[in-house]
Nanobody, 118 residues
Framework: QLQASGGGLVQAGGSLRLSCAASGRAFSSYDMGWFRQAPGKGRTFVSDITRTGGITYYADSVKGRFTISRDNAENTVYLQMRDLKPEDTAVYYC?????????????WGQGTQVTVSS
């Protein structure tokens, strides 16, 4: 089970850090990712991190502004978001992949709302 938190309302240029806490003892065997869904649009990839944290990927739209990290001892993955823009407004979801793929993750979190005002 994945529990996302940390969303909120922030002005453009501000920062937020999202957290996604996982239950269970197999967290370190999953690649973890973040997706987002803006109003009226489909869910899109934001970032992912391999199970050891050694490799990260970012959507072009967030590269250089967002940083994904994980703490396997705390069963938590983070998304540090800086220089936020109104177009970053979305519900952010975390996801976990071990057997599945990013088009069909093994688990989804419940989502946390991020709203960026101009």
């Amino acid at each position: 089970q994945l529990q996302a938190s940390g969303g909120g309302l922030v002005q453009a240029g501000g920062s937020l850090r999202l957290s996604c806490a996982a239950s269970g003892r197999a967290f370190s065997s999953y690649d973890m990712g973040w997706f987002r869904q803006a109003p009226g649009k489909g869910r899109t990839f934001v970032s992912d991190i391999t199970r050891t944290g050694g490799i990260t990927y970012y959507a072009d739209s967030v590269k250089g502004r967002f940083t994904i990290s994980r703490d396997n001892a705390e069963n938590t993955v983070y998304l540090q978001m800086r220089d936020l823009k109104p177009e970053d407004t979305a519900v952010y979801y975390c996801a976990a992949v071990r057997v599945g793929t990013w088009t069909n993750p093994d688990y989804w979190g419940q989502g946390t709302q991020v709203t960026v005002s101009s």
